[in-house]
């Protein structure tokens, strides 16, 4: 095995074939370059074991199905196989290995105009990348990250907003805004005033419910949100912990007023959010139990590492 590599990845796998990074790759005619007509999956990977990857692809097919894209008959062996072979190549799969690994699928070359579909005859181009999880800077678990509302609103209704789909303009134009602010990160309201999710994240909160109870608050799946494989293991974790998970309707200032909140993501994990739209969340730092999710989700990828992440 080959020493981890700095910087971008060095080797990527499509189609079966591992291929120099700065090598061509896709045809200038692939729907997915041209139309943005394909769907991905990002995941972290621990020593060679890709974490949570039964739930990766469940969510890779349930997209697929959404934008009736042809998968092969084996393409969980085929990207099982292929990550393995991507993260050898690049020495990312030693037992200190530790990678962020996206999985591209678009619907393929086609060389005619139009936006509909081929009925037939395209075969999905399947790419796989990794690159060395780079790790939090310090500030932002210290002092928490800085979120903005985006101008960009969500629409529960639409059928694409639970997909996920390569098609990012609508991240990349909250992102810049985010930028402009000089905020971390947008946040995305849906068309009716509720919260809906982060550029590549979900967000959580903690607060006192009715009854006082302390809860782990996060907009439901009616928030037009990427149904997230952390934020499902959050849930779960909240109730092992003494936390009542809940998910609804959540408003500006439901967020504005919690006691703290976090993002999570596969690659990122979990990251304090301390203020929002210029205000202080809580006492305006990241909060104990954002600190725990964070450390409990590190042991379960450690878990993963040693292959014991299934007694979880």
């Known amino acids: ?18 291929l120099p990074a700065d090598a061509r790759h ?13 769907i991905f999956e990002t ?22 199905t959404g934008l009736d894209i042809d998968l092969p008959a084996d393409i969980d062996a085929m990207l099982e196989s292929g990550i393995a072979a991507v ?16 999985i591209t699928v678009s619907r393929g070359v086609y060389r005619a105009r ?26 932002h678990l210290e002092r928490g990250l800085h979120l903005v509302t985006s101008a960009v609103r969500r629409d529960p209704r639409n059928p694409l907003a639970t997909l996920k789909t390569i098609s990012r303009a609508e991240y990349v134009y909250a992102r810049l805004e985010a930028r402009r602010a000089g905020a971390d990160d947008a946040l995305f309201m849906t068309i009716d005033d509720h919260l809906s999710e982060g550029t590549s994240a979900n967000i959580f ?17 009616d928030c037009a949100i990427l149904p997230g494989t952390t934020r499902s293991w959050l849930l779960d974790w909240a109730a092992r912990v003494g936390l009542r998970p809940a998910e609804g309707l959540l408003r ?13 993501s596969s690659v990122a994990g979990i990251l304090p959010v301390t203020t929002f739209d210029g205000a202080a969340i809580g006492d305006g730092r990241p909060g104990p139990w954002t600190a725990r999710a964070r450390a409990d989700r590190e042991s ?13």
């Open 252 to 264: 500006h200032a439901d967020l504005a007023d919690a006691d703290e909140a976090f993002l999570s």
């Open 87 to 102: 993260l050898a190549a690049d020495g990312l799969d030693g037992d200190d290995g530790d990678a962020s690994v996206r």
């Open 114 to 139: 139009g936006v509909l579909p081929p009925s037939e005859g395209s075969r999905a181009t399947i790419a796989i990348q990794a690159w060395p999880v780079v790790e939090a800077p310090a500030d």
């Open 1 to 18: 095995m080959s020493a981890p590599r700095e910087g971008p990845a060095g080797s990527v796998w499509v189609d079966g074939e591992i």
């Open 205 to 221: 909160l903690v607060r006192r419910g009715a009854d006082e109870t302390l809860e782990l608050a996060t907009p439901s799946l």
């Open 43 to 64: 995941l972290r990977a621990r020593g060679g074991r890709a974490a949570e990857l039964g739930a990766h692809l469940t969510r890779l097919h349930r997209s697929a």
């Open 26 to 38: 896709l045809s200038v005619f692939d729907r997915g370059f041209q139309l943005g007509d394909g």
């Open 300 to 312: 379960m990828l450690r878990d993963t590492a040693s292959g014991e992440a299934a007694r979880l």
